[in-house]
C-alpha cells in the first residue's frame, strides 16, 4: 500500500513565523504535490515535484516555496506565516509515467493567527 | 468554463437505491480519469480509476467514461450510509505530464 505521511495533523502558528510542512512518501514515487483546501474553493495546486530538486509552480504559488532534495521528501515553507494562509494543506505523491492516480496524505489543518 | 465540473449536490439517495455522481471535462484529449472519495475532515481516497470508453466495475462502484460525450460518471450500488462523502472527479490533460485536475466535488448523503 502507499504511505503518504505528513510531519503534522494540526498545527498553530503566528503571523510572520516560519512555517515548514514536510511530506513522505514510501512508495518511490516520481511526483509530488502540495494543495490546499478550503471550503467552496476545492483542492488548489500549490506546488509540484517531478524529480528531486525539480519543482514547478501550480495554481496559487504566491506566498510559498518549496524543497525536493530527496526522492520521499517534499518540504511546502511558508516564508512569512499570514492568516489568509489558515487552511487544510494535503500532500500527494504518484507513480508518473502512465500511471498518475495521485495518492494522498492526512492533511494538515494549520492555523495562522 | 471550468476544467472539471462536477454538481455541488447535496446529492440525497435513500439506503439502498444507487446513487449516480457525474462530471463532465473540457479537454477533449484527456487521457485518464479518477474518483475520489473525501470523508468530512479528512483527505481524499482515490476509489475509481478508468481510462478508456465503457464501464468499469468494482465492488458496489462502476466508473463510466463517455469520452466523445466528454462525461465521467460513478454508480454507486446498495448506497449505504458509509457511503455518505464528498466525491472529487478528476482528469489529467493531455497537456500534462504529471498534473490532474479536479472538480469542486458532490456532497452525496445516504439517507436511512
Known amino acids: 500500500d502507499v504511505k503518504v505521511t505528513q510531519s503534522s495533523r494540526y498545527l498553530v502558528k503566528r503571523t510572520g513565523e516560519k512555517v515548514f510542512l514536510e511530506c513522505v512518501q514510501d512508495m518511490d514515487h516520481e511526483n509530488m504535490f502540495w494543495y490546499r483546501q478550503d471550503p467552496g474553493l476545492g483542492l488548489r495546486l500549490i506546488y509540484f515535484?517531478?524529480?528531486?530538486?525539480?519543482?514547478e509552480k501550480g495554481d496559487i504559488p504566491e506566498g510559498y516555496s518549496v524543497s525536493r532534495e530527496k526522492k520521499e521528501r517534499f518540504s511546502l515553507i511558508l516564508e512569512s506565516a499570514s492568516t489568509n494562509q489558515t487552511s487544510m494543506y494535503l500532500c500527494?505523491?504518484?507513480?508518473?509515467?502512465?500511471?498518475?492516480?495521485?495518492?494522498f496524505g492526512p492533511g494538515t489543518r494549520l492555523t495562522v493567527l | 468554463q471550468k476544467e472539471v465540473e462536477q454538481n455541488s449536490g447535496p446529492l440525497s439517495v435513500p439506503e439502498g437505491a444507487i446513487a449516480s455522481l457525474n462530471c463532465t471535462y473540457s479537454?477533449?484529449?484527456?487521457?485518464?480519469f479518477f474518483w475520489y472519495r473525501q470523508y468530512s475532515g479528512k483527505s481524499p481516497e482515490l476509489i475509481m480509476s478508468i481510462y478508456s470508453n465503457g464501464d468499469k466495475e468494482d465492488g458496489r462502484f462502476t466508473a463510466q467514461l463517455n469520452k466523445a460525450s466528454q462525461y465521467v460518471s460513478l454508480l454507486i450500488r446498495d448506497s449505504q450510509p458509509s457511503d455518505s462523502a464528498t466525491y472529487l472527479c478528476?482528469?489529467?490533460?493531455?497537456?500534462?505530464?504529471?498534473?490532474?485536475?479536479f472538480g469542486s466535488g458532490t456532497r452525496l448523503s445516504i439517507r436511512p
Open positions: 478528476a482528469v489529467k490533460p493531455y497537456s500534462s505530464a504529471s498534473k490532474i485536475i
Open positions: 515535484s517531478y524529480d528531486v530538486k525539480m519543482k
Open positions: 479537454d477533449r484529449v484527456s487521457q485518464s
Open positions: 500527494a505523491s504518484s507513480r508518473g509515467g502512465s500511471y498518475n492516480e495521485q495518492f
